[in-house]
């Protein structure tokens, strides 16, 4: 029968019904082995006690790498689907748009004052004049948005032929763009001026493109109503002076909480930077111009020749 012990025998199993039989060991020789009176003790408990400690320790850590791989899933799941309800009435009816991704847009109920001179801000209407001024350059932001080859692609555009930020202050997948909520106040403002025409341009127009512009400018509000048209109704109501009923198109709206858009945009966009500032690539690709813009300017070159 092979020994308990791999080294010298201590002491060995006998046949059945034959008293065992012991042999005396030299002290020597378990020492030399590393082996001491404790470690020749058999102590079930002890070695019991070992097993469930390294057991728990296995189920420990891996609950640990478990719960940091769970929080880390869950954690980037929160992250798609708070960013999948941001907005999530507006992208309804929106094509994408990064700012969607990266700003609130809260709603408000407001009251429509564009009755004549019936209560509300008369500033929008009012006639020319530095603080008029103002207050419209004040909707009209400028600042650049950056956007990446992913927005673009999204957005239904060729990235080849679209502006790029410097790369070294901005990586290599940084793109101008701006929000066309403020192209379509600028034009609003364009068009106020025109009515303002002796006070804005008392000498004519102001360059070649001025005429092609604002007809520019017409068609560029226009799309946006008839794009995102108001359900609203107005009302008739009977009014002291007039025979008939007068139109009350001072209505209640749920409209964007303006002022909120716009401090978000100006602390996110870019306003240390213009288009004017980038420098146009030695070779393309580049888009083709439009027709009517250079035969405007070419015309117009030639008339000052």
Not at 85 to 90: E, I, Q, S, V
Not at 177 to 186: E, M, P, S, T
Not at 212 to 227: D, G, I, K, R, Y
Request: glycine fraction near 2%; charge should be negative.
């Amino acid at each position: 029968m092979a020994p308990f012990f791999s080294n010298k025998k201590i002491f060995s199993k006998t046949p059945l019904m034959q008293k065992p039989q012991y042999e005396a060991c030299d002290s020597s020789d378990t020492e030399s082995n590393g082996m001491t009176d404790e470690t020749l003790m058999w102590n079930p408990e002890q070695f019991k006690s070992k097993g469930i400690s390294f057991v728990a320790w296995i189920v420990i850590i891996a609950n640990i790498l478990l719960f940091i791989f769970s929080g880390t899933a869950l954690l980037h799941a929160y992250k798609r689907d708070e960013k999948a309800h941001m907005n999530a009435d507006l992208r309804k009816i929106s094509a994408y748009s990064p700012l969607l991704d990266a700003m609130e847009f809260p709603m408000t109920r407001k009251m429509s004052f564009a009755q004549y001179g019936d209560g509300g801000p008369t500033i929008w209407r009012a006639p020319p004049s530095p603080e008029v001024d103002e207050a419209w350059d004040r909707m009209v932001i400028e600042d650049l948005w950056p956007v990446t080859r992913s927005d673009i692609k999204k957005m239904w555009k060729d990235e080849s032929v679209i502006a790029r930020l410097p790369s070294e202050e901005y990586g290599d997948d940084a793109y101008i763009a701006k929000a066309a909520v403020f192209h379509n106040i600028h034009c609003l403002n364009s068009l106020r001026k025109a009515i303002h025409r002796d006070y804005y341009f008392p000498n004519g127009d102001p360059d070649a493109l001025y005429q092609l512009h604002t007809s520019h400018c017409v068609q560029v509000l226009l799309e946006n109503l008839m794009c995102r048209p108001n359900p609203a109704v107005y009302m008739y109501r009977w009014m002291e002076d007039f025979p008939v009923p007068v139109p009350d198109t001072n209505i209640w709206n749920q409209c964007w909480d303006f002022e909120s858009v716009m401090e978000q945009y100006q602390m996110l966009a870019l306003s240390n930077i213009t288009e004017f500032d980038i420098a146009k690539p030695p070779h393309g690709p580049f888009a083709p111009s439009p027709e009517v813009v250079v035969e405007t300017l070419n015309n117009a070159n030639e008339t000052f020749e």
